[in-house]
């Protein structure tokens, strides 16, 4: 069946949204500071600061996932939505910002919590049942899908999917096991494989907005402005991961994902893109 071309336009901004080195970016043009190439000088005991953090919020995260998450049918996204979790998430950061890489573990689980939120939203907009499970989880998932690399303009092209594909069998297995069995206080081995993934690539991201505080003279103010740009960021790779997933439903996952393959475009940000 042929896309649609209001679906064909659709996927052509998903893929832009996608393919964009993203948050990073945005971050070093508003610091005007190359952030990039100190993501490897962090020091390890930052590193391991950020592990820990990620892990005990992705194990919340998902808790919160599989409880609370709004739950219902399709919904018309709100403006105001997009916009309050932009500002509650700037609150957050300018905390973090005022009191530096110590306020860390009580600053990330909010924000990630905000995200989250903010995920749900546009997940119902795009019609996912947020009361069933796979939706829900597919929320938390979203955080391992943030785009390229700052190196690579395209190299999201099939990093997108290669992520999806990657963890496709441990985030079914995730699913199953807590539809069956529910949280535990230990986690299963299923759910903590698909938690490890999920985290490896979440965390490389929280990488990015520590060392975007890092920067000198970067205060309450600015760390508002990094941590509201952080949910903004999500908010569109959700747009874009839950219109595939949407386009998925109608037209196939491999037809798609092909087409998704097949789209070209002269230059990102410039002329537009063609099929």
Known sequence: MELSLADREALLQAKLVLEHPGFLARAAELLGHPIERGIGNLPPTVQQAIAKATETTLKLGLTVAVASLDRGHAAPMRRSALVW???AGGVAGAAGGFFGLAALPAELPISTL????????????????????????????????SGGQPDS??????????ARIGMAQS???AVEHVGRRGLTKQVAPPVAEWLTRVGARYSARISHKVLAKAVPFVGAASGAAINSMFVQHFQDVARA???IRRLERAYGAEPIQHAYTELQWRKLGGDTPSA
Do not use: Q, W
């Not at 995200?115 to 955080?143: F, H, K, Q, T």
């Not at 303009?153 to 290669?162: H, V």
């Open 85 to 87: 979790h932009r500002v």
């Open 114 to 145: 905000i995200i989250l939120r903010a995920i749900a939203d546009v997940a119902r907009s795009e019609g996912e049942n947020l009361s069933e499970l796979e939706p829900r989880m597919a929320c938390l998932e979203v955080l391992a899908l």
């Open 153 to 162: 303009p395209r190299s999201a092209e099939t990093g997108y999917y290669a």
């Open 171 to 173: 985030f079914k297995k």
């Open 241 to 243: 991961h839950f219109t």
